[in-house]
Nanobody, 129 residues
Framework: QVQLVESGGGLVQAGGSLRLSCAAS???????????MGWFRQAAGKEREFVAA????????YYADSVKGRFTISRDNAIDTVYLQMNSLKPEDTAVYYC???????????????????WGQGTQVTVSS
């Protein structure tokens, strides 16, 4: 089993920045570097949507059009952590942000929530106008 714990959410003004972190752990957790990671978000009353994904090695990334150029996903396999740097935040970025993991060493990244086996509890990001 893999546990994911997000942190770094909060309240920020439009145009500001936040950096989310997601730390992975688990009793049967084999190796963080064999997991592709993703960030998703869910605004109130809306479905969960894809934000960004990163391959097991960190060499490949993929972003939703709505965040491209503003958000950056990265990972540090030495400390089993994935990050989401969010710049130029907009009120429409307000949501609960979740990190997710899927065991995969493929170069193909997926945006579908159903393809991720493990999820964190989420961290709230609120952007005021």
């Amino acid at each position: 089993q893999v546990q994911l714990v997000e942190s770094g959410g909060g309240l920020v003004q439009a145009g500001g920045s936040l950096r989310l972190s997601c730390a992975a752990s688990g009793r049967t957790f084999s190796s963080f570097s064999t997991y592709a990671m993703g960030w998703f978000r869910q605004a109130a009353g809306k479905e969960r949507e894809f934000v960004a994904a990163i391959s097991w090695s960190g060499r490949r990334t993929y972003y939703a059009d709505s965040v491209k150029g503003r958000f950056t996903i990265s990972r540090d396999n030495a400390i089993d952590t994935v990050y989401l740097q969010m710049n130029s935040l907009k009120p429409e970025d307000t949501a609960v942000y979740y990190c997710a993991a899927r065991e995969s060493t493929s170069v193909v990244l997926t945006t579908l929530p159903k393809n991720y086996a493990y999820w964190g509890q989420g961290t709230q990001v609120t952007v005021s106008s």
